[in-house]
């Protein structure tokens, strides 16, 4: 393969390295012959990268060309966005903070040449920032508040090397140019572009950062470009072919309004609109269930006539759910008369019916996940500690917030609790549901339909791994296709 250095004055490149021929960036972009040549290799060490200069122009060329370009244009409009650098260098936050630890000051600049510094400290930390950026000459400027932040990042010219590390960076550039293979990406295609929406500020969110990044791992693992977004990129949703909602659902919050939007555009959804005005609504679960002779607790729907003919049919204690209450949040246990009055006055100054509930104690709930009709694990979700939900939103320490969860094979469920899951699922049309379930004195009920069930790592994911997630995102590869 032809190798080119192309440099804004090749009369003033200080390097001699065998084997490259060093060319202008007039000469690259004007020279016909430049275009006709099948397979070469360009290393753009142009002194600016701007939008629309000849250094931005060498790469935008070379990669129409077919020609291999370090850096490419991509590289190129990500160092511009410091927000992505950020997001990019997370990934190796540790190696930062690792390798900064002992800088007394409180700003520190790191050059990057090829890869390398002239400090060998600093090797681990320059090779990360060269692998994610591919950017010859790279200067990056850190600031500790509490911890090291990237401050500012930018692609340097041969001109702003110091006259000290000229040394060290021909030494640099020897090793690299004699290289026959280089950790570019590949300039490969994805089957679809997949938009998962995450709210930062969800109090209690479906899925941990972790299993984001798995997400979006598998997810490239599997040809998928994947990108989070938040509620403020609702303009961007019709860049994306396809959806998945990953923040708690509500009629009124983005989720629906993302959802909404991704119907009426014909961009792929995990879940439906439809799916979160159902299983949002716990009047309309409580009829369906009723209607398809699902087992569940003795339940009745309150209202201001029937209000104080209730206890007569489920009892004391019992469970008022308000009808749109998601993970145990709007959902109240009455144990006397008095309190059951008290809870019901306040629930219905906020909705014309709420949900009462036969009270069934258990030591813990099935959760069964569901992916477009077919079960894809199995959950035993305990009850918080000394509480009587799986969730203690009031408890003082966070870690007893919620109890312990078993993840099971699925063939250990009972299949009776399999059976009523899948039928349930089937109520609401296809998509990714959680269904829970208890079992008492040997009689399965099902508690709730959740259209937005949580994947957390560790939890969900503890029995069969990343084939969790594989089967998300290839119900979504399904809807593309």
Known sequence: MNKYIVVNQPEKWKFSINNITVISSQEYLTDLKFSQIKKARIFNLCKNYNYQTKGYYVSLLAEARG???IPTVKNLVDLKDLKLVKIVSEDFDNVIQQSLKNIKSREFVLSIY???NVAQKYKELSSLFYKHFQVPFLRVKFSFNSKWHIQSIKAISESEIPEEHLESVYEFANQYFSKKRYDTPKLTRSDFDLAI???????APPSNPKALKKFIDIAEKMNIYAEIIEPKDLGRLTSFDALFIRQSTEVNNEAYAFARKAQQEDIAIIDYPDAILKCCNKV????????AHIDTPKTVIVHKENRHDVLAQVGLPCVLKAPDSTFSFGVKKAKTEEEYTALVDEMLKESDLIIAQEFCPSDYDWRIGIIDDEVFYACKYYMAK?????YNWKAKKKQEQDGDAECLPIE?????VLKMALKSAKLM?????GIDI??????PMVIEINDNPNIDFGVEDEYYGDLIYTKILSALKTRVQ
């Open 67 to 69: 020609h291999s370009a």
């Open 114 to 116: 090829f890869g390398q």
């Open 197 to 203: 929406l995450v709210n930062p500020n969800d109090p």
């Open 284 to 291: 309309y679960m409580a009829e369906a269930l009723n209607n």
């Open 386 to 390: 000394g509480h009587w939900q799986i």
């Open 412 to 416: 250990k469920v009972p299949k009776k």
């Open 429 to 433: 049309g296809k998509g990714l549901y």
């Open 438 to 443: 208890k079992v008492v004195n040997n009689k």
